[in-house]
């Protein structure tokens, strides 16, 4: 059966017409490679990484056209596909599985070109909401994007989850005001917004609206469905100043508002309405 990196490179070669050995050793990280722990390594605080499953192949693709070719790789040898962003993952859905598996890791994938004149900007999905804050602070100070207040988030998870954050209440969630995106569907084939598609898993750019006004730096707690009382909140306060030097954190995000313009059906964030934090 012809192996995974010969498929690959057979799939790229009929699309770019070019490719060396350099590129394939940066974008094909095998378990023979060092680099493989190295990138695996990079995320492995996270506890759930104890799977005995490991990914047979991590792959970090250098453009657009490695992503299809993995893509109709991984089918061929019947392996599941695990898409990360460069940001962390609480769930670790982005890189374990309980069945053979390969991950496309976007770590390489993270240019952001911003328009101040039209307040638009498009976003690769490698990118974190760290560096897209950064670059709009570089190019502006009054611009600013409704999206999540933990840097180190990956765009193209947390925009796919919704996005929300301090300024959701007023602007919608990150999702909210994505205009255009440049997808890659189950088959490889790519899409636009004009060609239009069904069942888009891998996301390669988003274009995305700005607002005018200023980030504020928070952090979201918990879900409760009930309002808390005056006496409840108080309670809290003794609560936590009991708990001597190492207090947790209690932080209040704002739902409603522009939020509930948005049926849940319409956008992958399953809780709007009716929920009090």
Sequence with gaps: MITFLNAFLIKVLTQTQSINSNSVSQVIHTHKNSSNSTILNSFSTNLRLTSKVKPSIIITPLNEFDIPAAICCSKIHNLQIRIRSDGHDYEGLSYISDTPFV????????????????????????ATLGDLYYRVAEKSKKLAFTAGICPTVGVGGHFS???YGMM????????DNIIDAKLIDASGKMHNRESGGASLDALLNRKITYVEGYLHFKRK???????????GLEGLWKLM???????PALIFTP????LNDFFESEIPF?????IYI
């Design 103 to 126: 991950i496309i890791d976007l770590r390489n994938q993270r240019s952001i070109s911003i328009d101040t004149e039209y307040k638009t900007a498009w976003i690769q999905s490698g």
């Design 168 to 175: 959701s209440r007023k602007f919608g969630k990150a999702v």
């Design 241 to 247: 100043n009991q708990q001597g030097q190492n207090p």
């Design 255 to 258: 739902y409603g508002g522009k």
């Design 161 to 163: 989850g919704g996005g």
């Design 270 to 274: 399953p809780i709007e309405l009716e």
């Design 221 to 231: 707690s918990d879900y409760v469905q009930y309002l808390i009382s005056i006496d």
